[in-house]
């Protein structure tokens, strides 16, 4: 059976109610793994890194099967930001090269680039109406020790800065004190771009399985045998890509290597023309600010304003009604003429982190067969997908086409083990005192 490091609420219906993103468009329905099954490969997570995997391995002609615990759209891949931007990592630049050098620096920056331009190609090539919008992203500065920052940036990169005073006849009036336009990235409707990732797997050859939970990964004579409730599935290779929704015994050595933390998100009523004159905040633009604690948001093309930051550090009826409740303060701190504006829906999900502070994407040592994806900080449309591509060529033993660095390569150990949640109250502590 799965053994998760939060309550069971945290993963059951509460944080979930209320989504926005299933009002978008109807889930898809597929069947449930009721047999026993061999195929090439086995994935056990239907989110971006599992059906990226699937659609590239299938495209690839081999068998594919894809487990998915819950319906189609239901972890974190069914309710993020919609954010497709550079990121994946929250470890710096200059930390990055100091502790990998420069080199394995710049290909993993690389790597960050080509996630967003392979979900550009993915959408474009699989004709996916995801609502996209949004010219890059735009960090807002949200104090002028910030704002300074943000100028010296610009100065060094040739990236377009606006100050403070002209924040307004740019469409980015709130509290703050400046911004930088990174012109890498766009937004979308999560839920379409996966149903139609979903789509194109299924198309290639893929086969995908709702309510068909993984509770047993064994290898037994070089093969990986998934028991799930109605089903067993065999494969020469095996592919974790639960992210934050992962089991510390599936298989035994993910156990203590990722950290899941909760994000919550609101979107309001659709806000008027003449509402977004009064705030000043007129853009498509997707952004976030400079808080380590950060807040991400957009303005959407029917005009909802979509708003999030990252959730509580416990999981209960009552923690989940309080971090909403704390969000709309945010929320009306930063947009003080939007107070009026009603919250139509709020929810909450899981994103993933590493001890070392980068994705792991790779081969798992030590076992053969053994692949994973995982450990997106937030940032898992583009570095999913991205992760999908890169597991569907190093499952075929081929190097990747795509620029593959060795800092993805390593996924250490948290302490504390099944603890480790422990750690996280004094480093939110901090981090709210840095901001």
Not at 161 to 167: A, Q, V
Request: proline content about 6%.
């Amino acid at each position: 059976m799965m053994r998760r490091i939060f309550p069971d609420y945290a993963y059951g219906l509460g944080p979930r109610s209320n989504c926005w993103w299933d009002e978008t468009c109807p889930a898809p329905s597929w069947p449930r793994l009721e047999d026993t099954r061999q195929v090439d490969v086995a994935i056990v997570g239907g989110g971006f890194t599992g059906l990226s995997t699937a659609l590239h391995l299938a495209e690839a002609g081999l068998e594919v099967a894809v487990l998915e615990a819950e319906t189609p759209g239901w972890g974190a891949s069914g309710r993020n930001g919609g954010f497709c931007c550079l990121g994946g990592a929250k470890l710096g630049s200059h930390a990055m090269a100091r502790l990998h050098g420069e080199r394995e620096t710049q290909v993993y920056q690389a790597g960050e680039e080509s996630a967003v331009h392979l979900v550009e190609h993915l959408i474009a090539r699989h004709d996916i109406n995801a609502d996209t919008h949004s010219q890059g992203e735009t960090v807002m500065a949200h104090r002028p020790k910030t704002r300074d920052a943000l100028m010296k940036e610009a100065h060094a990169s040739g990236a377009e800065f606006i100050d403070g005073p002209d924040l307004v006849k740019n469409g980015l009036g709130g509290e703050f004190h400046g911004a930088l336009t990174t012109p890498t990235g766009f937004a979308l409707n999560p839920r379409k771009y996966l149903f139609g990732l979903a789509r194109a797997a299924q198309s290639a050859g893929a086969e995908l399985y709702q309510n068909s939970a993984a509770f047993d990964v064994q290898n037994n004579s070089g093969l990986w045998h998934i028991s799930s409730p109605k089903g067993r599935l065999s494969a020469s290779r095996l592919v974790i890509a639960t992210n934050g929704y992962s089991s510390e015994n599936l298989p035994d050595w993910l156990g203590g290597r990722y950290m899941p933390a909760q994000s919550t998100v609101m979107v309001t009523r659709p806000i008027t023309p003449e509402e977004q004159a009064v705030q000043g905040w007129t853009t498509a633009q997707m952004a976030y600010d400079t808080r380590h604690m950060l807040h991400y948001f957009r303005l959407m093309p029917d005009g909802r304003f979509l708003f999030g930051m990252r959730g509580g550090l416990t999981s209960s009826p009552r923690s989940e009604a309080k971090i909403r409740a704390l969000l709309r303060r945010h929320f009306e701190q930063l947009f003080p003429a939007w107070r009026q504006v009603e919250t139509t829906h709020s929810w909450s999900g899981m994103v993933c982190l590493s001890r070392n502070l980068v994705p792991f994407v790779g081969a798992v040592p030590e076992h053969p067969g053994l692949f994973a994806g995982l450990c997106y900080h937030g940032n898992g449309v583009a570095m999913g997908s991205y992760a999908g591509a890169l597991l569907g060529d190093l499952v075929q033993g081929k190097a990747p086409t795509l620029p593959y660095s060795k800092i993805m390569q390593r996924l250490p150990k948290f302490p504390l083990g099944r603890a480790r949640r422990a750690l996280m109250p004094p480093a939110y502590a901090a981090l709210g005192l840095l901001d």
